[in-house]
Structure formats: C-alpha cells, structure tokens
C-alpha cells in the first residue's frame, strides 16, 4: 500500500513541476527585454573582445533587442554570429524571466606569440587555433621568433590546417606550437622560459628568464624527456651555481651537453 502511495505522490510532484515549468516559459515569453548583459568569462589577463565589440556585431546585423519580447530575440543567431570571431572559443546567449539578455563569451587564449622571418606576427592559442595580432590588454605570453618561415595564416584556422608549400614550414611551426603547448601547461616552465628562437638549422632555443645561458632543445621530437633532464640540470645548478654552463644541448638522447663558459 505504501509503494502506491509513493508512486502518486511521485507522479503529482511530476506533473506539477511540468506545469509549473511550462507556466514560467509561457510568461517568459511575454516578457519584454529590459537589459542586454556580455559577460566576457576570460578577460582577466588577456583581452581581445570587449562587451562594445559583442553588442557591435549584434547591432550590424540588424538583431533588436532592448524593448523587444524576449520569445522575439534569436538567441541562436547571436551565438552563431559571434562564432564567426577567431577569438572567440565558445558563446552561450540566453534570456531570464527577469527580462535580461545574457551573452557570454569565452575567448580563445594565446599561448605563444610568433613573429616570423618576415616580420608577421600572429597568436597560437592552446587547440593550434591562429589568432590575429590585434589584443586590447595581454599579460605576459612566451615569444618565438628567428628561421620561423610565413606561411598563408587565416585568423581562426588551425596551423595544421594553413595552406602552406612545403612541409618543411609546417614543421617547424608546429615544433614551435607544441614546446609552447608543453610550457603553458607547467607553471614551472612557464614561469621559466620566456622565448623561443629558431636559429637558421632549425633547431629551436629556449631563453630562460633566470641565468645567463641558452638552451638548445632542437625538435619538439622527445620532448617530455628533454624538459625532465633540463630539470633535473636546473636542481644541480642550486649547487653549482645559474651561470656555470653558457649552453644547455638536449639534442642528443638520454644526455645533455653542457658548454662552460
């Protein structure tokens, strides 16, 4: 008897819940907009879009919504829109019963700066997303530069997706994305390194912030294993002292080849 007891009562908890539901949307529905709210979720550090840049683009296209019924505004459309920017990673839009227009945005977040032989600058972001040179505020971000070859960089592409004409460009930038992609998940090397440079072999160099030397990582080939000997070098440097090496070469498998100064 009591199990047909919970069972009614389970279903009435349900359909009231469903009423209640289809109740607030009805009269959501009839709410009129009072307020339109961006919401940029990441621009603490680094800032590529401001809240006059995301109202901008709705405005362009014709999207009313302040004094509008909240059932008229396509909330869809603004998500797809806004979409459309390379920096942007992800947008919500929705509405409240409150009358407000939410729009939140996630913005792409460069992890490396490239400035190319030929003097073009771009972001990587940390998908491999290409990111124009166009930053309203930005905290400290790793630089490459020196051999990098131009490639056709298109805002918004994945650097594995660049037309490019030959696969020796394609390599060496993703060499360079994936070091970076490495050093901006490990806050010890992130706080350590502070440029990469690729010399006219190829071969990639990392500049320290602390001590004077330079460290020859070479390809991106072995490359978790290169920074745990790089480390495992750094901790004996608390004995031996920041400047006692001017080179660092991790080229070489299962060694590293120290030039004194």
Same mark, same amino acid.
């Given at each position: ?27 959501? +529905? ?5 307020k339109v709210e961006v ?12 809240? +006059? ?56 977040? @460069? ?24 930053? !309203? ?11 990098? @070859? @131009? ?74 294993? !290169?920074?745990? +000997? ?22 070489? !498998?299962n060694q590293i080849v120290?030039?004194?100064?």
């Open positions: 008897m009591k199990n047909w007891l919970y069972i009614v009562l389970g279903i009435v908890i349900v359909t009231i819940t469903a009423l209640l539901l289809g109740f607030t949307a009805r009269q959501q +529905k009839k709410v009129i907009c009072q919401r940029i979720l990441n621009s603490r550090y680094n800032k590529f879009l401001e809240n +006059k840049d995301v109202l901008d683009v709705i405005d362009d296209h014709g999207i009313k919504t302040k004094g509008e019924p909240l059932e008229s505004i396509n909330t869809l459309l603004i998500e797809r829109l806004l979409q459309h920017s390379p920096v942007v990673r992800s947008v919500a839009a929705y509405t409240t019963i409150n009358g407000e227009l939410i729009i939140e945005v996630e913005q792409r977040m @460069p992890i490396v700066r490239i400035i190319d032989r030929s003097l073009q600058q771009y972001f990587i972001d940390e998908e491999g997303v290409v990111l124009p040179d166009r930053i !309203k505020q930005i905290a400290h971000v790793l630089v490459a530069n020196g051999n990098i @070859p @131009p490639i056709a960089v298109k805002p918004g592409q994945k650097i594995v997706k660049t037309s490019i004409d030959s696969v020796r460009k394609s390599a060496v930038l993703q060499n360079v994305f994936l070091v970076a992609a490495f050093i901006a998940q490990d806050d010890f090397w992130k706080a350590q390194v502070e440029q990469i440079y690729v010399n006219d072999n190829g071969d990639m160099l990392l500049v320290p912030r602390i001590g004077d030397h330079v460290i020859v990582f070479g390809d991106a080939s072995d490359l978790r294993e !290169k920074f745990v +000997k790089l480390k495992s070098m750094y901790y004996a440097f608390n004995q031996i002292g920041w400047n006692h090496y001017k080179v660092l070469n991790l080229k070489y !498998k120290c030039i004194k100064r």
